[in-house]
């Protein structure tokens, strides 16, 4: 195809410039070895029980990245009570003590039944890590009066 060679990237067609190619057996052999431009970051969670009676739950963590390391937030679902994707919480990694680091600390809201908690550790609008996992909350018991 003109300057340019069509070669099979493990299942993935490619392109690469024939002159980068050298002959075996009549055959071009590329010369390629893959080089991926980023990576998504790591998030590391700290979970202390998934089932609760309290209204909130405490969680913490931490997000490295190589490159960088641009925010965070957590959303929360419950269908039961009809809450779909509350954002509770953001933190922007502007301004902060390290550009590759960034460690967080946050109070989420729980509400009775199965909470679907979802992170999101982004270092670019397009490269992010996401955790899902699921919070119980018991609903709260309350006397009843007879009489």
Same mark, same amino acid.
Do not use: C
């Given at each position: 195809?003109?300057?340019?060679?069509?070669?099979?990237?493990?299942?993935?067609?490619?392109?690469?410039?024939?002159?980068?190619?050298?002959?075996?057996?009549?055959?071009?052999?590329?010369?390629?070895?893959?080089?991926?431009?980023?990576?998504?970051?790591?998030?590391?969670?700290?979970?202390?029980?998934?089932?609760? !009676?309290?209204?909130?739950?405490?969680?913490?963590?931490?997000? =490295?990245?190589?490159?960088?390391?641009? #925010? &965070?937030?957590? %959303?929360v679902s419950n269908q039961a009570?009809?809450?779909?994707?509350?954002?509770?919480?953001?933190?922007?990694?502007?301004?902060?003590?390290?550009e590759q680091r960034l460690d967080?600390?946050?109070? !989420?809201?729980?509400?009775?039944?199965?909470?679907?908690?979802? =992170?999101?550790?982004?270092?670019?609008? #397009? &490269?992010?890590? %996401?955790?899902?996992?699921?919070?119980y909350r018991d609903a709260t018991?309350?006397?009843?009066?007879?009489?």
């Open positions: 195809m003109g300057p340019w060679t069509k070669v099979d990237l493990g299942g993935r067609p490619g392109y690469l410039a024939s002159s980068a190619l050298s002959a075996v057996g009549g055959r071009p052999v590329p010369s390629y070895h893959p080089h991926w431009q980023s990576t998504p970051p790591a998030l590391t969670l700290e979970l202390d029980g998934l089932e609760t !009676v309290a209204d909130r739950y405490a969680l913490k963590g931490s997000i =490295v990245d190589d490159h960088h390391v641009e #925010d &965070v937030f957590v %959303v009570a009809k809450i779909d994707s509350k954002k509770v919480f953001y933190r922007s990694n502007r301004k902060r003590g390290s967080f600390e946050t109070s !989420v809201p729980l509400w009775p039944g199965a909470n679907q908690v979802t =992170v999101v550790a982004r270092e670019t609008s #397009d &490269v992010r890590t %996401v955790q899902t996992f699921i919070i018991l309350t006397a009843a009066v007879t009489r």
